[in-house]
């Protein structure tokens, strides 16, 4: 799987629970009126509720998660493009070698071919 695929499917991810997060939190409840009034804020006054600052900060954290764990799958996408590549050539050395010793070479898998260096 290539990292542009991983990286991808984290953004939709983050997306979606941010999506998800903002519906839940633009929802109308059901308060009483009086109550309602007591928590108006006052003119020129920016409130925020403590759910919602406890929701950004728990997205926070699902996000640090998420970037820690595309970070290590594109060491190990790096990892497995050398092996690969490694794989690649040496197919390629034993198929040289088949072919000066007149014998058929090996067939290269195509899942292999775009690791080719050639």
């Given at each position: 799987m290539g990292e542009s695929t991983v990286l991808g499917v984290v953004i939709a991810v983050i997306g979606l629970?941010?999506?998800?997060?903002?519906?839940?939190?633009?929802?109308?409840?059901?308060?009483?009126?009086?109550?309602?009034?007591?928590?108006?804020?006052?003119?020129?006054?920016?409130?925020?509720s403590p759910e919602i600052?406890?929701?950004?900060?728990?997205?926070?954290?699902?996000?640090?998660?998420?970037?820690?764990?595309?970070?290590?799958?594109?060491?190990?996408?790096?990892?497995?493009?050398?092996l690969l590549r490694m794989a690649m050539r040496i197919i390629r050395r034993a198929n040289r070698r088949l072919a000066a010793a007149h014998e058929v070479p090996e067939e290269i898998p195509r899942d292999l071919i775009p690791y080719s260096i050639d």
């Amino acid at each position: 799987m290539g990292e542009s695929t991983v990286l991808g499917v984290v953004i939709a991810v983050i997306g979606l629970v941010g999506s998800v997060l903002v519906a839940r939190i633009s929802a109308p409840r059901d308060r009483p009126a009086l109550e309602r009034l007591a928590d108006e804020p006052e003119e020129g006054e920016l409130r925020v509720s403590p759910e919602i600052w406890r929701r950004f900060s728990v997205l926070e954290e699902k996000v640090d998660h998420l970037t820690e764990i595309v970070e290590q799958q594109k060491e190990k996408v790096g990892a497995l493009e050398r092996l690969l590549r490694m794989a690649m050539r040496i197919i390629r050395r034993a198929n040289r070698r088949l072919a000066a010793a007149h014998e058929v070479p090996e067939e290269i898998p195509r899942d292999l071919i775009p690791y080719s260096i050639d």
